[in-house]
């Protein structure tokens, strides 16, 4: 059965922010028909009461106290930035010029 | 003078504290070693030569100056490169890190720098941890030092080389699906996978968080322990760091004898789908390990034939939000995408994550993207999350009637390079022994056993045990370790050909 087609692939990868080129949904768009195929076997489990686990410790919330402490200066948080401007990250345009 | 990269980290801090050699000596060795070999090995991605020797240096005049020291003090250890280091490029095997500097130490390092030992690099990945063979790094493939036209293991392929071909006597790995373990498998050493929150993961860099450990890679099981206490136990820094004193693990490598222990071998990863070479040493540690002393049962988890399948729906979800963070905006690589002359933040990324990620990368970020959308969440993830549960309450009813449990580590030995990469689902099938473990949170250790007929190469046997007992996968580790090399006359890495008498691949 086919679960996941190229256009699917295609639309997924868009909202993981991963433009794909024509050849890479070739290469890609198989495969992960093939995978998705595959995992969908956690369906054969009859788990209908089971409850799902998040997470492997049973932990409740862990918070410190509220207190200021040392961070990062900021040249250190800056210093691997793309680029940056007045002790900010410079980003590219968010909005349509017009 | 003895090659000081053959001995074991046990015998190195011990000939460090007689004076026998320097800290200095010692992580020269190494460095010089790396320097020779390691353009064939390609094991380290960064070698940090001045700031290993700086710590070497120190150690000595602390020594010298008869300053009480750590055990471990002097003694040279690689670091994975999926941890970051103040002054050392971290790239997690991806060109979106591409010469990345990290602005602060992970709390491993941060450890291993008080207990003074020399950080000799970073070694080679699969890009952000996802694969099995190392072969996914954006710097090229790293080589078994048993065979070079081979793969040592993934995703941890470049501490187990650089352990296994004495460029470094100790490495810290990372374990999401069995990254530690089936790399040692594959190159004839040891590594463990401590209990979830067993080690912090504070500044590691993060691909599934419910799955991923870090752990030591070692020659010995004394050695992995003696690593395993350095980085083990509590940092407010990690929220799932367990608040508990750390298990005994060092104590318990001194076990010989494993009278009145029930172990328990498990059907269904030690069986139909194994190579014979490598069913073949299992089942005769197994006959060791009841001459031991330790009574053997059968246990069925009839739910690890899910756990792949789980596996791939949980660790790409957690890794599709995980690697969101790659953004290309506050750092990493940013790329605009060709022929747009004012792109928007959008195409930015777009462009970037085309660029930065490699193919497995991929797969996995859009699998799990899928996964999680609305309208597939609970017939894949949801779903995924269930049958975690069944396969913890597997591993429960296990330990009801054994105190731990063995399989092979891996199904194969190391493969060829290549052989794989072709189709990714049948890369995933080489941690069908060892993902069942991530998924309930409990240790797991591999180590050597044998080399298989058929092609000379090391087999692996893993031991897990329940959760916060990692100390018990020592006690029968060092036991079936101490008989086997008795019984062989030294370590199985002594019958790996020296990388220097291969021809080195085209």
């Not at chain 1, 909202?15 to 949904?25: G, K, N, T």
Request: proline share 7%; aromatic share 6%; net charge negative.
């Amino acid at each position: 059965m086919s679960a996941l087609s190229r256009d699917d692939v295609a639309h997924v990868a868009m909202l993981a922010r991963i433009q794909l080129s024509e050849a890479e949904l070739d290469r890609l768009a198989g495969q992960l028909d093939q995978i998705v195929g595959w995992v969908g076997q956690v369906n054969e489990v009859a788990a209908a009461d089971v409850p799902p686990t998040s997470h492997p410790l049973p932990l409740t919330n862990v918070t410190r106290p509220d207190e200021v402490r040392p961070s990062l200066a900021v040249e250190q948080a800056l210093a691997a930035a793309p680029m940056a401007q007045e002790q900010r990250f410079a980003v590219p345009r968010i909005l349509d010029e017009d | 003078m003895t090659d000081l990269t053959r001995l074991t980290a046990a015998r190195m801090a011990e000939g460090l504290a007689a004076g026998d050699f320097t800290s200095e000596a010692l992580t020269q060795a190494h460095l010089d070693r790396i320097e020779r070999l390691n353009p064939v090995l390609n094991a380290y991605l960064q070698v940090d030569t001045e700031g290993a020797l700086a710590t070497a240096r120190a150690v000595d005049a602390a020594r010298a100056a008869g300053e009480s020291l750590p055990r471990l003090a002097g003694v040279p250890v690689a670091v994975k490169d999926i941890a970051c280091t103040v002054g050392i490029p971290t790239t997690a095997g991806s060109r979106m890190l591409e010469g990345w500097v990290p602005p602060y130490d992970a709390t491993i390092v941060t450890r291993l720098k008080e207990a003074r030992m020399p950080i000799l690099g970073k070694t080679n990945m699969d890009e952000f941890a996802m694969g099995s063979s190392t072969e996914h790094s954006a710097y090229g493939p790293t080589r078994n030092p048993w065979d070079l036209e081979r793969i040592p293991g993934g995703s941890g392929g470049g501490s187990s080389a650089a352990v296994a071909a004495y460029l470094a006597p100790l490495a810290i790995g990372s374990d999401t699906g069995g990254s530690i373990r089936q790399p040692a498998a594959v190159t004839g050493t040891v590594g463990t996978k401590p209990t979830y929150g067993g080690v912090s993961r504070y500044g590691v860099i993060a691909l599934a968080s419910s799955l991923d450990q870090i752990g030591p890679c070692a020659r010995t099981v004394a050695d992995a322990a003696l690593l395993h206490e350095v980085v083990a136990g509590h940092d407010p820094m990690d929220s799932t760091s367990i608040d508990a004193p750390v298990p005994p693990v060092l104590e318990a490598s001194a076990t010989r004898d494993l009278t009145g222990l029930r172990v328990g071998v498990v059907r269904e990863i030690s069986g139909e789908g194994f190579q014979a070479g490598v069913l073949a040493r299992f089942e005769e540690a197994v006959e060791e390990l009841k001459a031991l002393g330790a009574e053997v049962v059968e246990v069925s988890c009839p739910h690890f034939r899910y756990a792949m399948a789980a596996y791939y729906l949980i660790l790409p979800s957690e890794a599709s939000s995980n690697l969101a963070r790659y953004d290309a905006m506050r750092y990493g690589l940013r790329v605009g995408p060709d022929g747009v002359d004012s792109p928007s933040a959008e195409q930015v990324m777009g462009a970037s994550r085309d660029a930065g990620f490699g193919d497995e990368v991929k797969r996995r970020i859009i699998l799990g993207t899928y996964a999680l959308s609305s309208g597939y969440y609970d017939a894949y993830y949801g779903q995924a999350q269930k049958v975690r549960t069944l396969i913890a309450r597997d591993f429960e009813a296990a330990f009801s009637q054994a105190d731990v449990l063995v399989s092979p580590t891996a199904p194969t030995t190391a493969f060829r390079i290549g052989d794989q990469t072709e189709d990714p689902m049948t890369m995933y099938l080489n941690d069908i022994a060892t993902i069942p473990a991530n998924l309930a949170g409990v240790p797991g250790l591999s180590l050597p056993v044998g080399v298989a007929d058929e092609d000379g190469l090391p087999v692996g046997l893993q031991v897990l045990a329940p959760a916060t007992e990692d100390q018990r996968l020592y006690a029968v580790a060092a036991a079936l370790e101490e008989r086997l090399h008795t019984a062989w006359g030294g370590p199985v890495l002594d019958r790996a050909p020296t990388v220097e008498s291969q021809e080195v691949p085209a």
